[in-house]
């Protein structure tokens, strides 16, 4: 376990449209964008769209993103989330951008889904999913990358925990990814920031706490 330590956070406050925000880069990986729809972050573009944090604020190799996760559960396949160790190539196409996600799936309607997993030179992996857990709206959806080890948390539990060695570097951010003309999932209340050996990964973030109380 490590303790959490907030470095960056975001609500998203801007007008409908591209995320276009000089604190965020969209990376454009499958040439599309992070958009924002009423104060939450998503996409319409059909496309998988990361997009990584370009404001102030440093961050380490073991690093942290969280956000909140909204929306009707109506669209096959659509997902939001949140990226770690998000390398800085903004190359249009399917080649460039590295990036482990975490992302909610409502897989048709059917089931909320949790996907963990990877993109190296454009190309995705999905190292681990869920087809069974049920994510009400305002749940937290964690991410964290420490050494090689990924964890993802659903709240205050600990949901899927293995290692991989493929990126080692970069920043957090956010990922969406919608197939039709209208987007299903949104996410909110974005934070990234730090991870530190030893202590717990959940008590001591105040963050964490703060959010849920406002859903």
């Given at each position: 376990m490590a303790t959490r330590t907030p470095v960056a956070t975001e609500a998203f406050t801007f007008s409908n449209g591209n995320l276009s925000s000089g604190d965020w880069t969209q990376l454009n990986q499958?040439?599309?964008?992070?958009?924002i729809y009423t104060n939450r972050f998503g996409t319409d573009n059909g496309v998988k769209c990361p997009a990584r944090?370009?404001?102030t604020g440093t961050f380490t190799n073991d690093q942290y993103a969280l956000c909140k996760i909204y929306g009707a559960a109506s669209f096959g396949l659509s997902q939001v989330g949140v990226i770690v160790r998000a390398s800085a190539d903004t190359h249009t196409g399917v080649d460039g951008t590295d990036y482990y996600f975490a992302a909610i799936n409502d897989n048709g309607g059917t089931n909320?889904?949790?996907v963990l997993g990877k993109v190296v030179n454009g190309t995705r992996t999905d190292i681990l999913?869920?087809?069974s857990r049920v994510w009400a709206a305002g749940d937290v959806l964690a991410l964290e990358a420490e050494g090689t080890v990924l964890r993802v948390y659903q709240n205050a539990t600990?949901?899927?925990s293995t290692t991989d060695a493929s990126l080692t570097t970069g920043k957090p951010g956010i990922f969406a990814y919608a197939p039709s003309s209208s987007t299903a999932l949104v996410g909110d209340d974005w934070e990234g920031g730090n991870l530190t050996a030893?202590?717990?990964?959940?008590?001591?973030?105040a963050a964490y706490y703060r959010m849920l109380r406002s859903a």
């Open positions: 499958w040439d599309g964008a992070v958009k944090w370009n404001g909320s889904q949790a999913t869920s087809d600990l949901i899927y030893g202590g717990s990964s959940i008590a001591p973030l």
